[in-house]
């Protein structure tokens, strides 16, 4: 059952399955991006593995440093500890991810939201994101100065 979307501006997220529902076991959402957004930050998970399914457009992904192309019914498994982060390109694209186990839900994109309102419509606060981020389980890796 569908969830209330949750907006970060050029990004929304609606859950489809949250971990009580599944008994812990899975999260899937999908990832609606605005053309030229994503999330460029790299970042890993220890807790959880997360697998892309594209469904529309062609979203550019860095994997461990590898650059891959997701486009619709492709698929893509991020390991533990792999480092990744996407982009979109001059279209929209929408993707599912699905966390195993059910560790990744929606306080983490409404904790976000906040950051992203905070901005009051300039870049969100690093710092602020790079914190939400920790705080569920997420590695953010910081690029050199």
């Known amino acids: 059952m569908p969830h209330d979307p949750i907006s970060l501006g050029p990004i929304t997220i609606t859950f ?5 529902e599944s008994n812990g076991t899975v999260t899937v959402q999908r990832c609606d ?3 030229g957004s994503g999330v460029p930050l790299a970042h890993s998970h220890d807790g959880f593995e997360e697998t892309i399914y594209g469904l529309e457009g062609r979203c550019a992904w860095t994997l461990d ?22 982009m979109a390109g001059d279209h929209d694209v929408a ?9 990744f839900g929606p306080d983490y994109f409404l ?10 419509g300039g870049p969100p606060d690093p710092a602020a994101m790079a914190e939400v981020m920790r705080r569920h389980g997420l590695t953010p ?4 100065a």
């Not at 993707?95 to 560790?103: C, D, E, H, R, Y």
């Not at 904790?111 to 009051?120: P, T």
């Not at 890796?141 to 050199?144: A, D, E, G, K, R």
């Open 16 to 20: 489809s399955v949250v971990a009580e």
């Open 33 to 35: 991006v605005a053309a």
């Open 65 to 86: 440093g590898e650059d891959i192309t997701i486009g619709p019914g492709d698929t893509l498994c991020i390991r533990r500890g792999a480092v990744h982060s996407f």
């Open 95 to 103: 993707f599912l991810a699905i966390a195993t186990p059910g560790v």
């Open 111 to 120: 904790e976000l939201r906040d950051v992203v309102r905070a901005a009051a």
């Open 141 to 144: 890796v910081l690029q050199p």
